[in-house]
């Protein structure tokens, strides 16, 4: 089956009491027991709910893994998986982590003794130097947040499981539609279906997929025990908004490759970064192992100040100055104070992460209207 086909049809089927061609919302708390323990599948809705279940099986089915379990938020699906950690695990991640990540990370489970290295990911043998005996994760994020690095899944994978660890990558970015973790060796993939999945700014939600049965029980028992659940709602918005993932995201890349392609030579940007330009340190890699190259643009200007930052993005009109990103709207953030504000200023700079960083999550509008946006705020 094909991905545009899987987006509509995977892991679906009418509803069986009713026939209902969409997952109806099962709005309740708990279910009715023919006797204790015999609940047909469901029987306290912390622990599951036939919405969720239709979400997970289509989200499995989007990234050819066997299972699939969806959480309140994209953090919280990665907070399920470093809990299947335990003190004196180290993690090895990349140095320009999403901000919320490294928070994660840094300031809650470093204190309960998870030991967590930062290195540039993009060179494998950073990652090969960082791993140590007790090693158990490897997190990669590519691209990256928001400098748009690449990093090469199969590399890193191959030297997760050479030491006894697991490999999991966090998607968002990509998409499904994008990129396929789980074809490249990871053995889990993480998304924020807040941001593509979802598409449309209106849902929170996490999922972490996977054909690793050990990991699936470990996140299935932390769904039961820690309770960071998506609502039924959640989960029939986020299905719904798979429904059009890849005419959205089709749609979305084409516009980013124009407004790269307006930036490049445009006389106060100093540095861009976008994968499908040439001029990107690991655009071949991108070619590789990505079907398309995004929709997320990056830039720097010229001015290097937060000042210059925020005047071009107060003086645009098209462009939502917000946070998040993969809706059908366009948006425009400044990493620094937002995405990546709790990261100390000399962790974020180290990384290349500057003060006049601007981060684009480009939508499905018209593309001439996006880049005029763009001239006049300039």
């Known amino acids: 089956m094909k991905f545009n086909t899987k987006a509509i049809h995977a892991g679906q089927k009418p509803e069986e009491t009713t026939g209902a061609v969409m997952p109806p919302v099962f709005q309740t708390s708990t279910y009715a027991q023919k006797a204790p323990n015999d609940n047909q599948g469901y029987d306290y809705a912390r ?15 989007l990234e050819n893994a066997d299972e699939c379990a969806c959480f ?18 180290h993690v090895i991640s990349t140095n320009d982590l999403y901000g919320g990540t490294y ?19 993009t060179r494998t043998e950073e990652i090969e130097k960082a791993v140590k005996k007790n090693t158990k994760l490897i997190w990669i994020e590519t691209p990256t947040n928001p400098l748009l690095r690449i990093i090469d899944i199969k590399a ?16 968002t970015f990509a998409s499904p539609y994008l990129q396929q973790p789980l074809e490249l060796g990871a053995d889990a993939v993480m998304h924020s279906t807040t941001k593509y999945l979802g598409g449309h700014s209106d849902v929170i939600g996490g999922a972490v997929a996977t054909s ?32 059009t993932l890849h005419v959205r995201v089709e749609r979305s890349v084409q516009n980013a490759k124009k407004i790269a392609a307006f930036l490049q030579d445009h006389p106060k940007v100093e540095s861009l970064y976008y994968p499908g330009l040439k001029s990107h340190p690991q655009h071949e890699l991108a070619k590789k192992q990505m079907s398309d ?35 059908v709207e366009s948006l425009i953030s400044h990493p620094a104070s937002m995405t990546h504000g709790s990261i100390p200023k000399a962790v974020r700079e ?6 006049s960083l601007i981060r684009l999550s480009v939508g ?10 763009l001239k006049q705020a300039f």
């Open 72 to 89: 309140s938020s994209g953090v919280g699906a990665i907070d399920a998986v470093i809990k299947t950690l335990r003190p004196g695990d």
């Open 293 to 327: 190259f995004g929709a997320m643009v990056s830039f720097s200007l010229k001015d290097d100040s937060v000042e210059a930052a925020s005047a071009f993005m107060s003086n645009t009109k098209i462009f939502t100055l917000a946070e998040s990103l993969g809706g």
């Open 47 to 61: 622990v599951g709910n036939p919405t969720r279940t239709a979400l997970e099986k289509m989200i499995a089915g």
């Open 350 to 355: 180290k990384a290349g992460l500057m003060d």
């Open 156 to 171: 890193a994978a191959k030297i997760a499981h050479k030491a006894g660890a697991l490999s999991v990558v966090d998607n």
């Open 103 to 121: 928070r994660l990370f840094t300031q809650v489970f470093e204190p309960y003794g998870i030991e967590f290295t930062f290195v540039d990911m």
């Open 212 to 243: 690793n049965k050990e990991l699936m029980e470990k996140l299935r028992f932390q769904v039961k025990t820690s309770g960071a659940v998506p609502g039924p709602m959640d989960c029939y918005l986020t299905l719904r908004g798979i429904k």
């Open 364 to 373: 499905i509008e018209d593309a001439e209207d996006l880049i005029s946006d």
